[in-house]
């Protein structure tokens, strides 16, 4: 395998003009011209990655979020980033990053979340703006429909154990049943506002900050399942896109739980 080969596949399915304005999308270390003998797949890129990468003799490490937001000035080994960077280059481990491109297509992250919590009729949630006319279907986060409508606290126990997370974070119940549900994966507080206009019962994410559950305002159930529990599911949905393109390539799947938050 030629890693623009692998690169042609991906950025056709998550183009990335797709991705936001502060992201860091595409070939972060490497050569396109790389034969790749095998990838590690993962949702962050770590020094442990790499690491793992060298055991498994993989030469590449696809991961969801970049490595690298912004320049790096020196590399000097005195941050994680910069280590991480450096042992990649020592090892000829390139390093690609599919990250908000792949969030805000159709049959990208939010619609694997959404699969996993069982919703029906999804679609986008937040349309992306300033696209060629004759794009569709792209945008952040997603609404769907629950199947059979359940009570709020049965609601929540089926997506802690659906997105099988240690602990999850909400708002005052409504004392309503949860029939229309809001979600995104990663970082979607920005997101609240158009949640309640399209009359979600619950909105599904991560990273509020405390005075931002404060907007849910008795309109609506904020629940915060974790960044990385939210998103988990992106190795599986890369390794999913890359097999059904090339069956016979070799894809690990990263057994580093990278996730830098702990519970008690």
Known sequence: MILKDIIAHLEQVAPLEYQESYDNSGLIVGNESLEVTSAVVSLDCTE???EEAITKGANLIISHH???????KRFTGSDYV???VIKAIENKIAIYAIHTNLDSVINGVNKKIGDQLGLKNLSILKPKLGLSANIINVGSGMIGTVETPLNELSFLKHV???LNAPAIKYTNLLNKPVAKVAFCGGSGSFLLPEAIAQG???FITSDFK???YFDA??????VDVGHYEAEK???ELICEILTEKFPIFTLHFSEINTNPVNYL
């Open 66 to 72: 970049p490595i690298v937001f912004s320049g790096l």
């Open 48 to 50: 442990e990655v790499v």
């Open 82 to 84: 910069e280590r991480t």
């Open 217 to 222: 305002d008795n309109q609506i159930v904020i």
């Open 200 to 202: 979600a019962d619950v």
């Open 233 to 235: 599911c992106t190795k």
């Open 160 to 162: 802690k154990q659906a």
């Open 210 to 212: 405390y005075h931002q």
